[in-house]
């Protein structure tokens, strides 16, 4: 299959570009003269991390409850599928 592009870039390839933890804390912003405390960001940014890393462990626990239920599902109806006669209709 061809890719699509669009403005020059490739178009609905893979994943979007994810924050991470890692990436969060080790941040780096450039000094400037009526900055803000580089305690309080680091603070902030440590305690951000926090919170997208336990965000991206629920997302993960999720995803497998998810395809618990979706096999779960798939059992159920092929289990049911036998029970159930054909139709003789038009439908």
Same mark, same amino acid.
């Given at each position: 299959m061809a890719q699509v592009y669009r403005s020059g870039q490739p178009y609905g390839t893979g994943?979007?570009?994810? =924050?991470?933890?890692?990436?969060i804390c080790t941040r780096e912003f450039s000094s400037r003269r009526?900055?803000?405390d580089a305690d309080e960001? @680091?603070?902030f940014l440590v305690?951000?991390?926090d919170e997208v890393a336990d965000l991206y462990r629920r997302l993960h626990? =999720?995803?497998?409850?998810?395809?618990?239920?979706?096999?779960?599902?798939?059992?159920?109806?092929?289990?049911h599928a036998r029970e159930? @006669?054909?139709n003789r209709g038009h439908w």
């Open positions: 994943l979007p570009h994810r =924050l991470t933890p890692h990436k009526r900055g803000v960001v @680091r603070a305690d951000l991390a626990l =999720l995803d497998q409850e998810n395809e618990r239920l979706k096999r779960a599902l798939r059992d159920w109806q092929t289990l159930c @006669r054909p």
